[in-house]
């Protein structure tokens, strides 16, 4: 097997408020992410989710622990590091391919202007804006500036691509198609990915392993959900598999109540081993939808 890609190590987080109180949001947390894998973490607002993307970006220091990116502890921002925000974070000023050509002459300052346009064009290509090159972000939709970011993140080549909810602010129809392109994109590129997620139903779409946050202040990781579904599941038929309804179940009741009395000072836990479990092979899982979900058979 390979080293993984990410390792976190005990990080912990403390704010001090202005009465001089500090608060944990999050302590001694460890994961670990695999070159090509994508992971998704999910908690209730308040556990820290984001903090932890801006750590592992760089952008903020943990309180204690440690942080590494291919062997190398992370010491600040890095070219090797891609973030998505939720909102997309493009200069106004500038067109799309003058977007993603600021960020490949950033990476690669010694190329000259025409080779930049080349490789900026690959990924506009990549995300579906061909013919969109000369347009500035006030000419674009929303889905459009979110692929300009896809584009922008993904045109200098990280080890590794941080998101943070890219799709909450659609509309259902644009975030679904954007799912599906994403899920294609880290297919052809082979992309590890680690991303913020509020949304089950987008987790189990595109994840390899979804980690599962205890609510905060003192969050911890209480397990790691593998998505045992096939990689090639899409949209329309992920509801159709199985493990759906098995993954989907775990999931929600882990959000709606063992997030709220999970016991992280029990004997049987251990932060540096949090549980890897598999519901999608437990058939007692699907007894535990809520009443009115519809259940699909499938032969």
Sequence with gaps: MSEPLIRIEGISKKFTGRDGAATTVFDDLYFSIDPGEFVCLIGHSGCGKTTILNILSGLEQSSSGYVFVGGREVDGPSLDRAVIFQSHALMPWLTVMGNIAFAVSSRWPEWNREK????????????????SEKKRPAELSGGMKQRVGIARALSIQPKMLLMDEPFSALDALTRGVLQEEVLRICAETRQTVFMITHDVDEAILLADKIILMTNGPHAKIAETVVNTMPRSRTRHDLH????????????????V?????????SPDYDPRHPPLVTPGLDPAAATLAPAGTPLVAVK
């Design 116 to 131: 930049v346009q080349v490789h900026s064009q690959q990924y506009i290509d990549l995300v579906s804006l061909t013919g």
């Design 240 to 255: 159709k598999h199985p493990h759906y309804y098995r993954i989907r179940n775990h999931l929600i009741d882990f959000l």
């Design 257 to 265: 109540d063992r997030s709220k009395v999970f016991a992280s000072d």
